[in-house]
């Protein structure tokens, strides 16, 4: 049975899959595909109509070979452990929309060869530290013991399986990058890879799902900072779903491109997704290192290449080190991820009504260009000093023409309809008053 359009790009063919669970023999001997079928298990999303269909199907779809795994509370749809046939038996039912792999997300530091600095990025004005904004780091969890992070984790969330902490190292190196940048924004631990740097789509999930559920008026993110990306390039994934609820809480997204360079269209399935921004490396000639992914999608640059920031106590990146240092040299697409969600915390300090989309525009109005191919520089480095006081207080207007002829045919009268078209002129020809 051939797989239909409800499956997508991340749920592997079973020849793929076979290809990557058996060894060359084991496959070139092969004989009885579908008797491999009813009996390898596998993990996949199925993605329903609505929280009704979905909770009728688990309660009417009870099989001693069926485990329901997780059930996603932002999204109606299910973690599901069952044989490859039975996937896709199921996938002709109506209200069943999408079928899902779940599969794994990749940490985007490496190269490793005592503290981060980006003086060139400060704003003139007033001396600004990302005070009272809250960014939320997805990684490998953080050391607050490490002096450069003291008082500066003011929550925690944890689906790694481990203790809270930081055993990989991932997570507390970019923490460093942030609190290098922003050093007065609170940080939110976001702990959803172990000390191996594994983890996939369903802990990233039920990490979202925590974050979006929690109380607005406590330690709400204001940004959130991925330290990870997928090799897989599919614009329609559950976590692309998931950041379209973030920007509606109005919480801003910062996506790496993924170590995956140098081939044009290299780059994680969040990449280029309107709601979010996406950044890629460069070094200190301002040049695009190989590993930084390219893709006509990519918004900026910024230092990702051989960058020093924080050691997690319990340092596991690399090769053996001695525990009495307290920082370490790395390069890789997160970094700069890391360096761009300080920055919105500045900027958003200087103006807290800016919305995700509207801090995007006026990061990337700084940008210089750095005379490379778009496709390895997006609009090029950002430049927070060339923003002025006028930029960051300007009113954007949210309001399109065609909405305000909405709004008018609503309510009706020639009087409020002349109101609502000179108040959409004046945004337009005065935005800063």
Same mark, same amino acid.
């Given at each position: 049975?051939?797989?239909? *359009? ?6 592997? #063919? ?26 390898? %298990? ?7 109509? /609505? ?58 530091? @490496? ?20 005070? #009272? ?9 953080? @050391? ?6 003291? /008082?500066?984790?003011? %929550?925690?969330?944890?689906? *790694? ?21 922003? +050093? ?18 369903? !802990? ?16 709400? +993110? ?11 390039? @599919?614009? !329609? *994934? ?14 801003? $997204? ?30 200190? !000639?301002?040049?695009? &290192? ?12 910024? &230092? ?11 340092? $596991?990146?690399?090769? +053996?080190?001695?525990? =009495? ?8 697409? *997160? ?13 958003? =300090? ?5 919305? &995700? ?23 090029? %480095? ?48 005065? +935005?800063?008053?």
């Amino acid at each position: 049975m051939a797989l239909n *359009s409800k499956f997508k790009t991340s749920f592997e #063919d079973f020849e793929i899959h076979l290809y990557k669970t058996l060894s060359n023999e084991e496959f070139d001997n092969l004989t009885d595909i579908n008797n491999f079928k009813n009996r390898v %298990k596998i993990t996949a999303f199925l993605e329903f109509i /609505n929280f009704e269909t979905r909770n009728d199907f688990i309660n009417s779809n009870q099989d001693e070979e069926i485990r329901y795994m997780k059930e996603f509370l932002k999204l109606p749809i299910v973690l599901v452990e069952a044989p490859y046939v039975w996937f896709e038996k199921i996938s002709d039912i109506e209200f069943i929309i999408s079928i899902h792999g779940n599969h794994q997300f990749y940490l985007c530091l @490496d190269s490793e060869t005592s503290k981060f600095e980006i003086n060139e990025n400060k704003l003139p004005l007033n001396k600004l530290t990302g005070k #009272d904004v809250k960014i939320g780091l997805i990684d490998s969890g953080i @050391d607050q013991s490490h002096r450069d992070l003291s /008082n500066k984790i003011i %929550k925690i969330y944890n689906v *790694s399986g481990e203790q809270n902490g930081d055993f990989n190292g991932h997570g507390t190196f970019l923490a460093g990058v942030i609190a290098g940048v922003s +050093p007065e924004a609170g940080i939110i631990d976001i702990k959803v890879f172990n000390k191996e740097g594994k983890a996939t789509v369903a !802990e990233i999930l039920e990490a979202l799902d925590l974050v979006l559920l929690s109380d607005i008026n406590e330690n709400f +993110p204001d940004i959130i900072v991925f330290g990870c990306a997928d090799w897989l390039f @599919d614009k !329609e *994934s559950l976590i692309a779903r998931y950041c379209k609820l973030l920007i509606q809480c109005n919480i801003s $997204i910062v996506t790496p491109t993924g170590n995956f360079g140098p081939d044009l269209g290299n780059m994680g399935s969040l990449g280029g997704n309107p709601n979010v921004l996406t950044v890629g490396a460069i070094n200190k !000639e301002n040049k695009v &290192p190989f590993f930084s992914g390219r893709s006509k999608d990519i918004d900026l640059v910024l &230092p990702g290449k051989d960058i020093t920031s924080s050691i997690s106590s319990e340092h $596991i990146i690399g090769t +053996p080190l001695k525990h =009495e240092l307290k920082h370490i040299k790395l390069s890789g697409t *997160s970094i700069s991820a890391a360096t761009a969600g300080g920055m919105l915390a500045l900027l958003k =300090e200087s103006n807290p009504n800016l919305t &995700p989309l509207h801090l995007y525009k006026l990061i990337k109005s700084t940008a210089k260009n750095l005379s490379l191919l778009d496709s390895s520089q997006g609009k090029g %480095k950002p430049q927070l000093n060339k923003i002025t006081r006028k930029n960051l207080l300007k009113k954007f207007s949210t309001y399109t023409f065609s909405s305000i002829v909405k709004i008018a045919s609503v309510f009706g009268g020639g009087i409020f309809i002349l109101f609502l078209m000179m108040f959409y002129l004046i945004n337009i020809l005065f +935005p800063g008053s």
